[in-house]
């Protein structure tokens, strides 16, 4: 493992936030977690940090950041159907795709590009273009922080749901997670329930296999979303909000193009990105801070943001839709 002191954590976040934590640690083994938990997490504040997609610092950290650098993919199991990969924590989530593409395994090529590391990918069960990693998680390993004591946790003791497991309650900022399990398939099959995956296939006339649908839906990403090396961000700065169908339908009578999926429950899942755009903030800035120019949801460090400025930029969001539709929009990056 290896301790600084005073580290600058601008290269440690996507959002380019000039913060400093008081102490980083970065773990380069595994083995080396219960030994960390021990010696440097039985006092808070501490904060565990992967690629720093999905967080957003708010001020300088006066703790200690616990960084997992681990990686590694293994082979566990294979039968003629599927495969089993125990993958470690500190792997970057867009390795594991090319690996997998690059041996024909299908289940989460629709997840192409998503910034960050394996740890993190159960936490908030990313997703995109109709797949979510639930799908293909077979296992969790870590340990809880407040006893020290190894897990592994099952796929249904995650209790994964929309951008929500485990990892986001009972156990939040409780656990190191070491190594994620994934079952992934060997037999062809595609997700494309998401239209404009279908049609961005469809139109380029490609045939249909892992390398096509990949590279499509990173097409269609850096079509729709800044780069964090050249514009900082945290990607879907919001939740796309869930909402009982009576709502929906009153809504849909002001605003007829208004975008519902259906959801659980009787509950219809709107469009965050929409009711921002259409409270007026696409691409609109306050400072240095603001929305981006193609995709409304996802807020920007357009240069020299202070993170006041791009909870400024938040606050006045969630109040501007709130007053048009009476939505309270909850935020999805981790503020801390
Ligand atoms: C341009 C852009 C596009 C994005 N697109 C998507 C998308 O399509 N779908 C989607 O779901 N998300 C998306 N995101 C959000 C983000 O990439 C994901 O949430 C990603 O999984 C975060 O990974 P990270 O390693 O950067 O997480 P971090 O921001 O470092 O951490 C996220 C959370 O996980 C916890 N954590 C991290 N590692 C561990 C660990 N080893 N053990 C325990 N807890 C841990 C942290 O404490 C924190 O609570 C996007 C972000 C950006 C910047």
Redesign the pocket.
Same mark, same amino acid.
Not at 47 to 55: E, F, P, R
Not at 114 to 117: E, F, K, N
């Given at each position: 493992m290896k301790l600084t002191e005073y580290q600058n954590l601008k290269d440690y976040n =996507?959002f380019g936030m000039e913060v400093a934590a008081q102490r980083f640690l970065q773990i380069e083994n595994a083995d080396e977690v219960p030994s960390v938990i021990r010696e440097y997490l039985q006092e808070k504040p501490y904060?565990?940090?992967?690629?720093?997609? /999905? =967080?957003l610092f708010t001020k300088d950290f006066d703790g200690i950041i616990v960084h997992?650098a681990f990686t590694g993919i293994e082979l566990m199991e294979q039968t003629s159907d599927d495969v089993v990969l125990r993958v470690a924590?500190g792997e970057p989530?867009d390795n594991l795709i090319q690996y997998c593409i690059k041996r024909q395994l299908y289940g989460i090529e629709n997840l192409t590009a !998503? %910034?960050?590391?394996v740890?993190?990918?159960p936490?908030?069960n990313?997703?995109?273009y109709g797949v979510e990693v639930k799908d293909t998680v077979l296992k969790v390993e870590?340990y809880v922080i407040s006893t020290g004591e190894p897990f592994s946790l099952t796929n249904p003791e995650c209790r994964f749901a929309y951008?929500n497991s485990i990892?986001k309650q009972e156990l939040k900022?409780d656990? !190191? !997670?070491t190594y994620v399990w994934f079952q992934l398939s060997k037999i062809k099959h595609f997700t494309l329930s998401y239209q404009g995956l279908a049609k961005a296939l469809e139109e380029r006339e490609l045939p249909l296999t892992l390398h096509s649908v990949s590279d499509c839906v990173r097409k269609i990403r850096d079509a729709k979303? %800044?780069d964090?090396k050249m514009v900082g /961000?945290?990607?879907?700065f919001f939740k796309n909000p869930v909402v009982p169908i009576e709502q929906f339908t009153e809504l849909t009578v002001q605003y007829p193009d208004l975008v519902g999926y259906d959801a659980p429950d009787g509950m219809k899942k709107l469009s965050a990105g929409q009711l921002i755009e259409k409270a007026g903030w696409k691409g609109k800035r306050l400072g240095n801070a603001g929305t981006w120019k193609n995709q409304a949801l996802v807020l920007v460090n357009y240069g020299g943001a202070t993170p006041n400025e791009v909870l400024q930029v938040a606050e006045t969001i969630i109040h501007d839709v709130k007053t048009l539709f009476d939505i309270t929009l909850e935020m999805e990056i /981790?503020q801390i």
């Open positions: =996507t904060y565990i940090l992967g690629g720093g997609s /999905n =967080t997992p924590a989530w !998503i %910034p960050g590391l740890g993190s990918a936490v908030q990313i997703g995109a870590g951008r990892f900022h656990c !190191i !997670i979303l %800044p964090p /961000n945290g990607g879907s /981790n």
